[in-house]
């Protein structure tokens, strides 16, 4: 075997822990979540004991060569090759695992620093076959800077940082018995020195060398900073329980959790975060947790009655509470004493504009609190409110959501009070346009067919617009369609439906009881008979109607007095309002609108106006009445496009024919 | 809108400059809806600048004519523009409301 070129072994042995490196790199022990302990624990139960392995092949190899000294060569040419292949598996395995936790919360720039360390490790590897043996002028200095470098990388131990307490003193138990198993290795090396020549010119060549060192290294800075943070571990915990209790805090708002579960959340946190035995969070009669009004106490061994007479003590109370340590309960005055606590920490739960309540913890030791504590303990109550507040703010939208929906139902109850089937006989046509400006509008029109070829027309605007205009709205056509009822006792069939001022005199006495004080309603009534050839008419108060007189081819305004109704409430209406008679031939045309025609503005600023409207009908009285509707409008939405609907608009246009003969007469 | 009031002994004058809508009228109910208001014999409301108003403004004075009848305060008008007056007109409030001319008839109605 000695007989084989240098050459030979070098490059078995490169290609052996060259393979065995990039096998290994590739399937590392690897780190699940944040289990420091647990990987630890891997490398030393697989790798680890490796070292024992090597521990029991030499001590077989000792006794061997003891009871035959002439097999020894033998015996050690077998072993020293294994034991070097199980030292390599172990490097590898360290190292690769050590990489998971350098790369623990790293940036690019050390991976990339790692890789560098990779590749000069390779280099090496690769220079002692192509080189041999490299002079020592150059290789030593090499070897050198490549050791620092590890140990630069060794500085990286963030992982320690995410240690508790118990998890610190595990990590260094383990890093301790890694250590033992890489000088159990080192011995064997050392022991067996001198003799390794028998297998090969440069076993403990440069790479094992440093990969060794790099694995000790990392291996002893790990354990050195492990122990040097145990005093500080405690702090560590502390600020983790702090951060862990504040996200829950703030995620309860997220998952759309209960103040109830807020306020317990609370409770949990404050007394795991201080180590308090014993606390009470007691709120306001009225703030309790909403949805559930018996909720107002919430005891961490505790009883109600314990934590009302503490509550009690504080020195300030109610809203102008401020939080405070009392550091000895029992000098307290009226401190029960039956109760065995020392020390206290209250703090007041209130946002700017309320107050909630209060929460005190307790220890049993006397100055058990400190402003660190009162710090955290601030921010998880300040956050709690802020919670709470969160809370009520997504109950207050959902439930403004709610009215939304219930004004859109009243806006359809409205829509469905608007006529969609006009009446129809042969001696007039009808055409409506009607627009609301808001969801919910305050115009109005109706029409009723009376008995004798008679047609009622009620045209209106309640002052205002939204839902107490609709509602008027509503009341004026219910008072439309009561007061239009036949009267039986009447006379002649003429008076059985009531005069347009009778009607509006008894709309305004009815109206008188219901309407807001500063609200009023225009209206125009007008009844028209077909036979008498004529119609009455009434207006309170409501836009004059524009009218084409077919035979004089004239078109004018009904120019009469008229009080709007619900002004006087008080009686002395009935002098305010007349009726109006006028007869009316065939083409002749009635326009009703509303003041959302006429007063719309146009970009301009200006007004729709009067002038404008007749001017219109002036130019398209010959037209049939829908043809007019649309004419008027077409004009109408010119001249105010592109500005915003600031009121409703209604408009019915009237045109009377002359009737075909009823049949039989 | 602006809403100034002028108190000289009995009379109260009520000066309204520019447009008075929905908004504004909430400030004109407010100087209305003043208890001294009931003390001055009558109150005068200067209507020179007043360009415009809404349904909701003529809403305030109709809210506050009969409590101020009740009490004997005379509430008048005085020199409006026609396009107000026309509002006033349609509605059937010139027959209710003492509209006039000019301040000197304001005084002496």
């Known amino acids: 075997m000695a007989g084989w070129p240098g050459w030979v072994v070098l490059l078995a042995q490169g290609v052996l822990a060259g393979n065995l490196f990039l096998l290994i790199r590739r399937q590392p022990l690897s780190l699940y979540r944040q289990d420091f302990v647990g990987l630890l624990r891997r490398l030393l139960l697989g790798p680890g004991g490796l070292s024992l392995l090597c521990l029991a092949l030499f001590g077989v190899t000792q006794l061997l060569s003891q009871a035959r000294p002439a097999l020894a060569p033998t015996a050690f040419a077998i072993t020293y090759p294994v034991i070097v292949g199980l030292f390599l598996i172990f490097l590898a395995q360290a190292n690769y695992a050590w990489r998971s936790l350098v790369f623990f919360k790293s940036d690019a720039a050390l991976r990339k620093r790692w890789q560098l360390l990779e590749i000069l490790l390779g280099l090496t590897l690769l220079s002692q076959l192509a080189v041999g043996t490299v002079p020592a002028w150059l290789g030593f200095p090499v070897l050198f800077g490549l050791g620092l470098f590890g140990m630069y990388l060794s500085s990286n131990q963030r992982w320690v940082g995410y240690l508790t307490q118990g998890q610190k003193w595990q990590a260094i138990g383990y890093q301790s018995a890694m250590l033992s198993a890489m000088l159990l290795f080192v011995q064997y090396f050392r022991f067996t020195g001198p003799a390794a020549t028998l297998l090969a010119p440069a076993a403990q060549h440069n790479f094992l060398l440093l990969t060794a060192l790099f694995a000790a290294f990392y291996s002893l800075t790990g354990l050195l900073v492990t122990v040097f943070s145990l005093p500080t571990a405690g702090v560590f915990e502390q600020r983790r329980a702090e951060v862990v209790g504040l996200q829950r805090l703030t995620q309860i708002i997220q998952r759309g959790q209960t103040s109830v579960e807020i306020y317990q959340t609370l409770l949990a946190s404050a007394v795991q975060t201080v180590q308090a035995e014993a606390a009470a969070l007691l709120l306001l009669p009225g703030v309790s947790a909403s949805e559930n009004p018996d909720t107002s106490t919430f005891l961490h061994h505790l009883s109600e009655a314990q934590a009302q007479a503490i509550a009690k003590l504080l020195p300030s109370q109610g809203a102008q509470a401020q939080e405070i340590i009392i550091d000895d309960l029992a000098a307290l005055p009226g401190w029960p004493t039956n109760l065995t606590f020392g020390s206290l920490v209250a703090l007041p739960l209130h946002s700017v504009k309320n107050y909630y309540g209060v929460l005190f913890l307790l220890k049993t030791e006397t100055k058990g609190f400190d402003a660190d504590d009162l710090g955290i303990l601030n921010t998880f109550t300040s956050q709690t409110v802020l919670s709470i507040e969160n809370l009520q703010l997504v109950a207050d939208s959902l439930s403004n959501q709610r009215t939304q929906e219930e004004l859109k139902i009243v806006a359809q109850v409205q829509d469905s009070l608007i006529p969609k089937n006009l009446p129809t006989d042969d001696w007039f046509d009808i055409s409506t346009h009607s627009l609301a400006a808001k969801e919910m509008g305050g115009d109005f029109y109706d029409f009723l067919l009376l008995p004798g070829r008679r047609l009622a027309v009620l045209i209106g605007d309640v002052s205002g617009k939204g839902v107490t205009a609709a509602f008027h709205m509503a009341q004026m056509k219910g008072i439309f369609h009561a007061l239009m009822q036949a009267n039986h006792l009447a006379r002649n069939e003429r008076e059985q439906f009531p005069l347009p001022s009778r009607f509006m005199s008894q709309a305004n006495a009815a109206l008188a009881h219901c309407l807001e004080p500063a609200s009023f309603i225009t209206s125009s009534l007008y009844i028209i008979d077909y036979e008498q050839g004529g119609f009455m008419f009434a207006r309170a108060g409501h836009c004059p109607t524009l009218y084409y007189h077919a035979m004089r081819e004239e078109v004018s305004y009904f120019v009469s007095a008229g009080l709007g109704l619900g002004i006087l409430r008080k009686g002395g209406y009935d002098r305010h309002i007349n009726n109006q008679f006028y007869d009316y031939g065939p083409g002749d045309i009635m326009v009703l609108y509303t003041d959302g025609i006429v007063e719309a503005r146009g970009t301009d600023g200006s007004e729709f106006g009067e002038e404008r409207l007749k001017s219109l009908l002036q130019r398209c009285y010959y037209l049939e009445a829908h043809e007019i509707k649309d004419l008027i409008m077409e004009d109408f939405n010119t001249f105010t496009a592109g500005c915003p609907v600031h009121d409703d608009q209604t408009m019915l246009v009237i045109k009377f024919k002359t009737a075909q003969p009823e049949p039989g007469s | ?109």
């Open chain 2, 1 to 109: 809108m602006k809403v100034t009031a002028q108190p000289s002994a009995d009379l109260l004058t009520l000066l309204l400059d520019g447009e008075l809508d929905a908004s504004s009228a909430i400030v004109l109910d407010t100087q209305l809806a003043k208890p001294e208001i009931l003390n001055y014999r009558k109150v005068l409301v200067d209507c020179t600048k007043l360009s415009y108003i809404s349904s909701a403004g003529l809403g305030v004075f109709i809210s506050h004519l009969q409590p101020l009848q009740d009490k004997d305060v005379k509430l008048v008008f005085f020199n409006m523009q026609e396009k107000v007056f026309n509002v006033f007109e349609i509605l059937g409030l010139d027959a209710l409301m003492t509209i006039v001319p000019t301040q000197a008839e304001a005084i002496s109605a």
